[in-house]
Nanobody
Framework: QVQLVESGGGLVQFGGSLRLSCAASGRIYSPYYMAWYRQAPGKERELVAGITNGGLTNYRDSVKGRFTISTDSAKNTVFLQMESLKVEDTAVYYC?????????WGQGTQVTVSS
């Protein structure tokens, strides 16, 4: 069983930055895919960025060049560095891990960007 705990959300002004962290407890087996999703009010949850155990990354078009996903050396924490934040980035951000043992979600952290 893997437990994911997000942190780092908050209120930030347009153009500001935030760094989200997701700490994973429990064993994560390769191959795995760690990702950040977000869900804005009234909208479906959407993939923001992901990273494989091999370090390959992918981003949704609207955050390319502004967001960076990374992991620590132990591969048990995944980060999302968010720059040049826009009002439309406002959402609850969820950490997600997919591995042979299953799919796991964090509880979410709120990011609010004010104009």
């Amino acid at each position: 069983q893997v437990q994911l705990v997000e942190s780092g959300g908050g209120l930030v002004q347009f153009g500001g930055s935030l760094r989200l962290s997701c700490a994973a407890s429990g064993r994560i087996y390769s191959p795995y895919y760690m990702a950040w999703y977000r869900q804005a009010p009234g909208k479906e949850r959407e993939l923001v960025a992901g990273i494989t155990n091999g370090g390959l990354t992918n981003y949704r078009d609207s955050v390319k060049g502004r967001f960076t996903i990374s992991t620590d050396s132990a591969k048990n924490t995944v980060f999302l560095q968010m720059e040049s934040l826009k009002v439309e980035d406002t959402a609850v951000y969820y950490c997600n891990v997919r591995q042979p043992a299953g799919v796991f979600w964090g509880q979410g952290t709120q990011v609010t960007v004010s104009s």
